[in-house]
């Protein structure tokens, strides 16, 4: 943590802290992770609470984002240009290839999980919304950040990221996703096997905003096996087809 953070600094982490898995937190666990003083979480939390952004849960005593926090988050999706359409389009998808099917988009240098349709599979294999995706595994973060610009700060974006291994295939080395990015920008998609979780393939297709800047990506997951290659061949051809309807909005 960096020295001289304010009170509002600290508030944000705290929220950040509590947008991530397990979601529910007691104050000793933020003050560990976050290295800031107990008594300090504490009165920070008390302050969330009065304002309705976080809330104590009565039986396990554990704080979590309340209703509020919801309430301005969502202002943030509502404010996005098409985004009925888009999700729109996506349950099309969903129901026409019937796998998960997500959407992420590019919010400074993360990428951010927007729409999740699990509605096709038998288990539960995506993220979940308002979370980020990493950038150098799973089939949202490459193709998202193999077309982001410019490229000096994209590698100054990989050479400090913390690439920890989430599955069998995860790409920990820099130079090596940087090569990857290359094969995804030449390729026009990108590919995931078992990059982010054992057992589970992902294909992504880049979206486009009105500069021809991708911003976006639609992927679709499965479990591995499910799919064969023709298969994989039809769905790729399907998500690129749904891309292009979505850069057709003029975002």
């Known amino acids: 943590m960096k020295k001289n953070q304010s009170s509002i600094d600290k508030a944000f982490m705290i929220l950040e802290s509590l947008s991530s898995y397990p979601y529910g937190k007691t104050a000793l666990d933020i003050s560990r992770e976050l290295n800031i003083n107990r008594s300090t979480v504490h009165r920070i939390l008390n302050i969330l609470m009065e304002n309705k952004v976080v809330y104590q849960s009565p039986n396990s005593r554990k704080y979590a984002i309340g209703a509020r926090a919801f309430q301005i988050g969502s202002a943030f999706l509502y404010s996005q240009t098409h985004m009925e359409q888009i999700k729109s389009i996506l349950e099309e998808l969903a129901k026409e290839i019937k796998l998960s099917i997500g959407y992420a988009i590019l919010v400074e240098d993360k990428i951010l999980s927007i729409f999740e349709l699990e509605s096709h599979q038998p288990v539960e294999i995506g993220f979940k919304v308002g ?121």
């Not at 089939?139 to 994209?154: F, N, Q, R, S, V």
């Not at 989430?166 to 030449?186: A, C, F, V």
């Not at 997951?221 to 057709?248: H, M, P």
């Open 131 to 251: 979370t980020y995706y990493p950038i150098h595994c799973g089939a949202y973060g490459k193709c998202i950040m193999a077309y982001y610009e410019p490229y000096e700060k994209l590698e100054e974006i990989v050479y400090s990221a913390d690439l920890e291994k989430r599955g069998p295939n995860t790409i920990t080395d820099p130079k090596k996703l940087l090569e990857e990015y290359s094969n995804i920008r030449q390729q026009g998609f990108a590919f995931s096997d078992e990059e982010n979780m054992k057992g589970i393939v992902g294909i992504g297709v880049p979206v486009r905003n009105l500069n021809n800047k991708v911003t976006a990506c639609i992927a679709a997951k499965y479990i591995k096996g499910t799919v064969n290659d023709s298969e994989k061949e039809a769905i790729l051809e399907r998500l690129k087809a749904y891309a292009e309807r979505i850069n057709s909005l003029n975002l």
